[in-house]
């Protein structure tokens, strides 16, 4: 007997919806397998990963900081990938928002007012944006492949990054540490409450709100899935792939930009040589887990946020590296990707020979 | 191939022993429509055998399970009279059995050899396998060019791949689904050739077509379905065209009223010298094309496929816009430059000729597939950049009742109608806005008699009441049936357009011939003036 894959005759609902569960749930499996390897009670690093952090309340604080920066950047890649634009360098955007939106305190740290956050996230979003056109004009005009460019821009941006806060932007009363000043007053993001959770939070579920209106709803929305499954098609409506590129890679740059400018403006408070820990790259599992569905991406990343927050227990808890985190979310992708195949197609065993 | 070894395997199938294949009671649901119900199918080897009947009568999914695209709800099939269940494409290739669908299946970004290959088990030397490739195709008179890009052909040229694919697997039995729906009548003899020949040497023929002519002259015997049903099995050579419609239709096919000639008024649609040059290297440019279509008249623009055609419907719809602006004029309106949707907005309707991947996308729903056309002409579907989904249904629906669109849920995707079914749809999608301008490409692709005579009379009407309708279409007995004017096109030059009345199918087949017959008549008319 052999197995082989079988084409179904129509897209499989029920297999839409249950992919990501069986992705999910073959994750903990592999995870499980992996402890055991390491020597550990599966059980126990399981819950320590993915329970604990759902027990305490500055724990789920700590889940929702690190889930909205993961659904903002997130739902912006759907768009993308929605149009068949393959938008890989959000990390990079985010970096460049970050950078733009941090340099009023840093230039101007004496001046406080509202305007001055105001000022700060409408920079973040420019950043973002315009640094995500560069791969798209690359794409429109001499169909340079985005992923590579959009890739590549990352390591600029972080490079540019380096390269100031060890150099113009950095503290003068920094001992040296390659890092701005501190931010203070209205150059930070106000806090919701006492904890850590700051308006960031609010920018997200706005973003999801936003975004599932759009493509649901409206002809833009319309015109980016159009171009997305058949740019024939689109071209014979009248839609135009090139501003569909355009489009796609500046909303989901103005997206990772303003996450990355909260980032700093908010938790960090400054600019450090690292301004997320990966969020543009686990966004990108965040949209293929969420169905490139904007709701769907808002639980994606809640649950993405509970892996970072599991990697950092194990890792005080039990002494596993923290490097668990990224196998665990690098499975995650591979297992979703791999399970989508059954929305199309069945698995059968046949026997050879027939 | 001879017919010893096409003996069952089993002896005791003695009774259904002369057949390669048998399909008994062979029953297709799709949720609660019976596409197929209890349906008997039997081909001997070497025989032609023709499958009828309207759109939606289940042609396409019968013939579909026999090549293990669709697993039968109930029902057995006999392979040399030893049961078999054939559960994918590849295990019908096994079996010996090619298919050529009827919407295709290639890819458009590879060569004709790399498409070929991925249907190829085990075909690693392309280079070998293009050598292959062009002698059968030569040996069987339909020429390809192995390393052409597939996005680079016309439907007529990707089709020979699909039968070339087939024919390189030796098949034992083909099926064919709707293959001359859009070939050339040239083209369509030439096919014909190909399948007697096949069919001298043992191969099994199972052919869908709506046109009953070819059915009358290539096949031996015909099963006509009606609603899923068998409704008879008659020998084509012993009915009438007219009696095969009415087995296939259940009443008569109405005739064509044209009304009163054509009263023609002001021109509505002028091409004036347009000229397009063509990036790609198969492409045909079209060259200084002048073209005047008047409100009250139908013109046909006929040709054999691969000639301008798609260039020139794309350049009148605005999908690729000219360099200068007085090279079409709508309405009176110099738009060269401008894009379809603004030609839309100039009460401008074009039908393409690919109903799926280009009028209409396979996984939207039908209501969502007619707004591709419908968001930017000033209807209620698209208000302030919103989609109103209500008021798309109810356009949706109204085009599925007036076209007699048949459909088993109420917002299917477009994948989910018959061929003809989806052909009526994007083109009542274009009629229900009543456009003063209609340019179509092939309408009656693949379309039952029935609604063909349906959509021309709609055609007719619509320029009776004052449209101007361009139509181009490979089909003759299509154009004399409906235009009022001819013009040929021809490696991307278009003739001056004839009074209907004055041209014969041999003067329209000497103008496809070449260009000199225009240069002639100019010099003449030169010499004359
Ligand atoms: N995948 C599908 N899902 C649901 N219904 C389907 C599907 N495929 C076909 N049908 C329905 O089954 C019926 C038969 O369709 P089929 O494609 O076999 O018709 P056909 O005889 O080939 O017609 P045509 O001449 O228009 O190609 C139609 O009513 C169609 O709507
Ligand atoms: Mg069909």
Known sequence: MILRLERRSQRSTLMAFLSPLLAIGLTLALGAIMFVALGFDPGKALYIYFIEPLTSAWSIEEVVVKAAPLILIGVGLAVCYTANVWNIGAEGQLTMGALVGASIPIYFPDWQSPLVLLLMLVLGIAGGALFAAIPAFLKNRFSANEILTSLMLVYVAQLLLDWLIRGAWRDPDGY????????????????????????????????????????????????????????????????????????????????????????????????????????????????????????????????????????????VELGISDKTTQVFQGMLLFLILACDTLIRYRIRLVSPGR | MST???????????????????????????????????????????????????????????????????????????????????????????????????????????????????????????????????????????????????????????????????????????????????????????????????????????????????????????????????VARVDPQQESAASLAKHMIGTDVAALRSGSGAATGAPLLELAGLSMPTDDPFGVALKSIDLVVRSGEVVAVAGVAGNGQSELFDAISGERTSKSADAVKLAGAPCGRESITQRRRRDAAFVPEERLGHAAIADLPLSENLVLTHHAVGNDVVRNGLINRGAARDVMARVAEHYDVRKNLTDPEASALSGGNLQKFVVGRELDRKPGILVVHQPTWGVDAGAAAFIRQSLVDMARSGSAVLMISQDLDEIFEIADRIAVISRGELSEAYPAAELSPERIGLLMAGTHEKAGRDAERGAEA
């Open chain 1, 176 to 315: 040296n540490f390659p890092q701005s000043i501190l931010f203070e007053g209205w150059q930070v993001i106000p806090p919701l409450g006492d904890g850590r959770v700051h308006i960031g939070a609010i920018f997200a579920v706005v973003a999801v709100i936003i975004v599932a209106f759009m493509m649901g709803r409206t002809l833009r929305g319309f015109e980016i899935r159009v171009i997305g499954t058949s740019p024939r098609a689109g071209s014979f409506a009248g839609f135009k792939g090139k501003r569909v590129v355009l489009f796609c890679f500046m909303l989901s740059g103005a997206l990772a930009g303003l996450a990355g400018i909260c980032e700093v403006a908010g938790p960090s408070g400054q600019l450090q040589p690292h301004v997320s820990p990966g969020y543009g790259f686990t966004a990108i599992i965040v949209a293929f887990l969420g169905r490139l569905n904007p709701i769907g991406v808002f639980f994606a990343g809640v649950l993405l946020a509970i892996s970072y927050m599991g990697g950092e227990a194990v890792q």
């Open chain 2, 4 to 230: 010893s070894d096409m003996r069952p395997d089993d002896g005791s199938e003695a009774a259904s022993g002369a057949y390669i294949l048998e399909a008994r009671n062979i029953v297709k649901l799709f949720g609660d429509l019976r596409a197929n119900d209890d349906i008997d199918l039997s081909l001997k080897p070497g025989e032609i055998h023709a499958l009828l009947g309207e759109n939606g009568a289940g042609k396409s999914t019968l013939v579909k399970i026999i090549y293990g695209a669709l697993q039968p709800t109930s029902g057995q099939v006999f392979w040399q009279g030893a049961p078999v269940t054939i559960s994918n494409p590849a295990a019908a290739r096994d079996l010996g059995i090619g298919m050529v669908f009827q919407h295709f299946s290639l890819f458009d970004a590879l060569t004709v050899t790399q498409n070929i290959a991925l249907a190829l088990k085990g075909e690693r030397d392309l280079k070998a396998l293009a050598g292959r490739i062009e002698t059968v195709s030569a040996d069987y008179g339909l020429p390809l060019r192995p390393g052409a890009l597939v996005a680079d052909l016309s439907v007529g040229e990707r089709q020979r791949i699909e039968v070339v694919r087939c024919l390189l697997q030796e098949p034992r039995l083909l099926i064919l689904d709707e293959p001359t729906a859009v070939l050339t009548p040239q083209e369509a003899d030439q096919l014909f050739v190909t399948l007697e020949r096949l069919a001298g040497e043992g191969c099994a023929v199972l052919y869908i077509s709506h046109r009953l002519e070819e059915v009358k002259r290539l096949c031996h015997d015909a099963t006509i379905l009606r609603l899923g049903r068998l």
